[in-house]
C-alpha cells in the first residue's frame, strides 16, 4: 500500500473513533437524564397552573437538528444529576443564537426582532403566558422549517399559533386562505405572511404591518400582479383601483376613518365574493357599507366595486372618464394656444 494511503486510512480510522467516543459520551449524558425523564407519567405544575409533561422522547430529541447537543447545552442552569427540587430555568436560545457564536447556530437578526415584538416585549413584563422560541420552535422537537414535521412548516404555522390564538384560529381555518392551505395549497396566506414572523407587532401599533394604514401594503404582497393571486385566477387590478379610489388617496394622506382592505373584506374571516357568508357578498354589501356609512342600503350593492375607468369593461365610467379626459386636455390646449395668441399680439403692439 502507498505510503499516501496509508496516512488516509489511518486519519479516517481516527476521525471514526473520535466521532464513535462523541457520540458515546453524548448517549451516556442523555441516558442519564432520561433515568428520569424517560418516564412519561413525570409532570409539574407551572406557577400559571399549567400542567406540564418532563417526559422527554429520545427518538424525537435525536431526530431534532440538535440531535448533537447535550441536554445540558440548552439546560445549562443544571449542574448535578439528579437536580430534584432545584429549579430549572427556561431555556435560553440566545446563549447559542446570537451573531458571531462559535457554536455554529444560524446567525439572524430574529432573535433582536422578537425582542421587540408583542411577544418579546410581554416575555420580558414577566407574563408567564407570552410565548418564547420554544413555544413556536418546539422544545426537544426543533426541525428545519422545511420539514413537514416542523412547527413552522407553511402547512403547520397556523396551527402553531393557534395553540395561544385558538378563537383566530378556529376563524381563520374556515377563510379562503385556511382552506387553501388545508388543500394543500402552500402558498396562499398563513399568520407569519400578514403579522410577521419574529417582528409581530400590536395592530394598534404604527410599526404593524396589520396597522390600518399599513394594511394596503400588506395585502399586495400576494394580491398585486407581481404576487401569486394570479396563479390562482384572481384579479390583481384591485390593488390599483383602491389606492386610485377615495378610499386609498385618504388612507395615502394618513387618514384613519376611511375603509382599508380588511375594513371590507374582513380580517380572519375572508371568503370568496360569492360566499353567502362573505362580508363582500352581494347580499351582505350593505351591512359591510353601513358599519361606516349610516344608511347604506341596497343600492350601495348595485353599483360596481373596484373599477378601472381606463378599461372599457367599465363601461359607462370609462367612457364618462374618457370624454372629461379630453375635455380637459383640449381645455388646457385651448387655454395655451388663447395665452400664447395673446403674448404674440401685446409682443407686436410694443414693437409698434
Not at 427556561?90 to 430574529?110: D, E, L
Not at 404593524?208 to 400576494?222: A, D, E, F, M, R
Not at 375603509?259 to 362573505?278: F, N, P, Y
Request: include cysteine.
Amino acid at each position: 500500500m502507498p505510503r499516501s494511503f496509508s496516512f488516509l486510512f489511518v486519519g479516517l480510522v481516527a476521525a471514526s473513533l473520535s466521532l464513535l467516543v462523541l457520540s458515546s459520551k453524548d448517549i451516556l449524558a442523555l441516558t442519564k437524564c432520561t433515568i428520569c425523564h424517560g418516564k412519561r407519567e413525570l409532570r409539574k405544575i407551572q406557577p400559571t397552573g399549567k400542567l406540564v409533561s418532563l417526559y422527554v422522547d429520545e427518538w424525537v430529541l435525536q431526530n431534532s437538528v440538535h440531535a448533537k447537543q447535550a441536554c445540558t447545552d440548552c439546560h445549562s442552569d443544571v449542574v448535578e444529576i439528579p437536580h430534584k427540587g432545584k429549579l430549572v430555568e427556561k431555556v435560553n436560545c440566545t446563549r447559542c443564537h446570537y451573531r458571531g457564536n462559535p457554536a455554529g447556530a444560524p446567525q439572524m437578526v430574529k432573535y433582536t426582532e422578537y425582542a421587540e415584538s408583542v411577544h418579546g416585549i410581554a416575555a420580558r413584563a414577566g407574563n408567564q403566558k407570552a410565548p418564547v422560541c420554544q413555544d413556536c420552535h418546539g422544545a426537544h422537537n426543533v426541525r428545519k422549517h422545511a420539514d413537514p414535521q416542523s412547527g413552522m412548516w407553511r402547512g403547520t404555522i397556523s396551527e402553531t399559533c393557534g395553540r395561544c390564538h385558538l378563537e383566530v384560529y378556529s376563524v381563520y381555518r374556515e377563510s379562503i386562505h385556511g382552506r387553501a392551505v388545508k388543500e394543500g395549497k402552500l402558498d396562499s396566506a398563513v399568520c407569519t405572511d400578514c403579522h410577521g414572523e419574529h417582528s409581530i407587532k400590536s395592530p394598534e401599533n404604527p410599526e404593524s404591518t396589520v396597522y390600518l394604514t399599513n394594511i394596503p401594503q400588506t395585502c399586495p404582497k400576494c394580491h398585486a400582479p407581481k404576487g401569486i393571486a394570479s396563479k390562482y385566477g384572481i384579479k390583481t387590478g384591485q390593488v390599483k383601483t383602491f389606492e386610485d379610489s377615495f378610499h386609498g388617496i385618504g388612507i395615502k394622506f394618513g387618514m384613519k376613518t376611511v375603509a382599508s382592505c380588511a375594513s371590507c373584506h374582513g380580517v380572519h374571516d375572508i371568503r370568496a365574493a360569492d360566499d353567502l357568508r362573505s362580508t363582500v357578498h352581494i347580499k351582505n354589501i350593505p351591512t359591510t357599507c353601513g358599519k361606516c356609512h349610516s344608511g347604506a342600503n341596497i343600492n350601495y350593492a348595485k353599483g360596481r366595486i373596484h373599477v378601472d375607468p381606463k378599461k372599457k369593461e367599465s363601461g359607462a365610467i370609462f367612457y364618462v372618464s374618457f370624454f372629461f379626459k379630453w375635455l380637459t386636455i383640449s381645455v388646457m390646449l385651448g387655454l395655451l394656444a388663447h395665452m400664447a395668441l395673446d403674448l404674440s399680439r401685446r409682443a407686436r403692439e410694443r414693437k409698434r
